[in-house]
């Protein structure tokens, strides 16, 4: 009775011993490698494949047209035109929006009264949403009823269309873009501004450097590592801006603030173009690539770590 009594007490602890020498690394892993294989990885090779072909009205593939995607979107007018509105979008929004934030929150750790509140004004726009701000800046704008074209009107001005003008669409929409991601960049700036020791400042004082000698050599070299983590984010941000064109302009007008993500948009849900839309997704993908590492490069060289 006692041996078999232990052969079946063994027998019992053999799947133990064995669930016990399982990686738990691998269990850990395996929801997180899951969801990047079913949503990010599977989609992208299914976008490149699908670039090479044409497709039905419902994206199934039809005939394998080689690069024949690619030349129709680089010899297309308006794609180059989307193209560059999105470079000119880029330079008009990420520069001003780190310069700007670094600002305020430059200003936000100074001594001066009041600040608290305006600590909480200027990070305020991070809790709005895009359809929110597009209501909201859709009334300032409005060319007759809006609260920018009023004192224009009030003193015998002729009315700016703001967003139905071809020569100011790309610019009020920069400006509004520069308002909604202003929040988030500003609190990052400010987490890093609060982690600068007071001994720094401390020795500016001590050799008589002013203000702007503070700034460009002690505060900005000592949350570089935060001045590139919000321009990285900017930069991609910029690309991928679909919500703000899609409900202030829709692109308009005269194709003048078509981006290459709302191109892409249009294409593959209202126009049904899978091939072709595929095909800008890959060549999107290769340009926030490249433009992302040569900002990696170009500025690794003056981030300093403490």
């Not at 670039?51 to 005939?63: E, R, Y």
């Not at 995607?69 to 990420?94: A, E, H, M, R």
Request: with cysteine.
């Amino acid at each position: 009775m006692e041996y078999i009594h232990d052969a079946v007490q063994d027998t019992a602890e053999a799947p133990v011993s064995k669930t016990k020498r399982l990686p738990l690394w691998i269990i850990y892993l395996l929801p997180s490698m899951l969801i990047f294989l079913i949503f990010t990885f599977y989609p992208f090779v299914k976008t490149l494949v699908t670039s090479f072909f044409a497709t039905t009205n419902t994206g199934a593939l039809t005939q394998f047209v080689d690069i024949q995607n690619y030349i129709s979107l680089f010899t297309d007018p308006k794609y180059l035109q989307n193209l560059g509105n999105t470079l000119l979008y880029l330079v008009l929004t990420v520069p001003l929006t780190v310069i700007i934030s670094l600002m305020l929150a430059v200003l936000s750790c100074s001594n001066l009264p009041g600040m608290g509140v305006f600590r909480t004004i200027f990070s305020s726009t991070m809790g709005i949403s895009v359809a929110a701000g597009s209501v909201f800046w859709n009334l300032l704008f409005h060319p007759t009823a809006g609260l920018l074209n009023h004192p224009i009107s009030s003193l015998g001005g002729r009315p700016v269309g703001w967003l139905t003008d071809a020569n100011c669409a790309l610019l009020s929409v920069s400006a509004v873009s520069i308002w909604m991601n202003i929040g988030f960049s500003y609190l990052v700036l400010m987490g890093g501004l609060k982690n600068i020791d007071d001994s720094h400042y401390e020795s500016v004082e001590i050799v008589g450097g002013g203000f702007f000698y503070r700034l460009f050599k002690v505060t900005i070299p000592l949350i570089s590592p935060s001045l590139f983590f919000v321009f990285t984010t900017a930069l991609i941000g910029a690309f991928q801006s679909f919500g703000l064109i899609d409900m202030l302009t829709a692109g308009g007008p005269n194709n003048s603030t078509n981006l290459l993500v709302y191109r892409l948009y249009k294409d593959a849900f209202v126009n049904f173009r899978i091939g072709s839309a595929s095909a800008q997704g890959v060549v999107l993908f290769l340009l926030i690539l490249l433009v992302s590492q040569l900002q990696t490069k170009l500025t690794e060289r003056l981030v300093t770590y403490q």
